[in-house]
T-cell receptor
């Protein structure tokens, strides 16, 4: 079983839709959690950290479920510019981030 | 604006060549990392460093070495390039404790022919 798993997608959604991605992790000792956005042929860029209590940044909401060992990213009112690959990253007792392979989102008009 | 700078955006090298990929960060970060990214395999950690002159193997260190002589610079070396090392190479840095995640460089797309 992979340490961090994501549904590769693609998720094809119309503009204005709400879409959610999950990312599961295998190690219950995981400490820090992040969502990154990666555009085609570009580097990943930090979208948001994921806090235990959940956190929101505009149209984006991240949540952590330690009991079921997954994190989620919810995007409301999707824009065409949200089309990208979304990577989750998890650490275990070190500063090394282990990434999922990413979920591709395509927003269409 | 804080930055992680990778020396080359695209590189084409011949099989058997020694290849140097350079990464410089201006954020005074303690941690630096080298990943490669391949379709379907995601980001895989090659080597990382928590301090000057310190290095640790990641998940796929075979065929690579690294050097960190100064805090701001972390070099990845392909001792004898092979075609299976054709990939996107991404450097990243973070503060100790990784509270703010990584900052990535823009990547080097290496093709070995």
């Amino acid at each position: 079983r992979k340490e961090v798993e994501q549904d590769p997608g693609p998720f094809n959604v119309p503009e204005g839709a709400t879409v959610a991605f999950n990312c599961t992790y295998s190690n219950s000792a995981s400490q820090s959690f992040f969502w990154y956005r990666q555009d085609c042929r570009k580097e990943p860029k930090l979208l948001m950290s994921v806090y235990s209590s959940g956190n929101e940044d505009g149209r984006f909401t991240a949540q952590l479920n330690r009991a079921s060992q997954y994190i989620s990213l919810l995007i409301r009112d999707s824009k065409l510019s949200d089309s990208a690959t979304y990577l989750c990253g998890v650490t275990y007792n070190t500063d090394k981030l282990i990434f999922g392979t990413g979920t591709r989102l395509q927003v269409f008009p | 604006d804080v930055k992680v700078t990778q020396s080359s955006r695209y590189l084409v090298k011949r099989t058997g060549e020694k290849v140097f990929l350079e990464c410089v960060q201006d954020m005074d970060h303690e941690n630096m990392f080298w990943y490669r990214q391949d379709p379907g395999l995601g980001l895989r950690l090659i080597y990382f460093s928590y301090d000057v002159k310190m290095k640790e193997k990641g998940d796929i260190p075979e065929g690579y070495s690294v050097s960190r002589e100064k805090k701001e610079r972390f070099s990845l070396i392909l001792e004898s390039a092979s075609t299976n090392q054709t990939s996107m190479y991404l450097c990243a840095s973070s503060s100790r404790g990784i509270n703010y995640g990584y900052t990535f460089g823009s990547g080097t797309r290496l093709t070995v022919v």
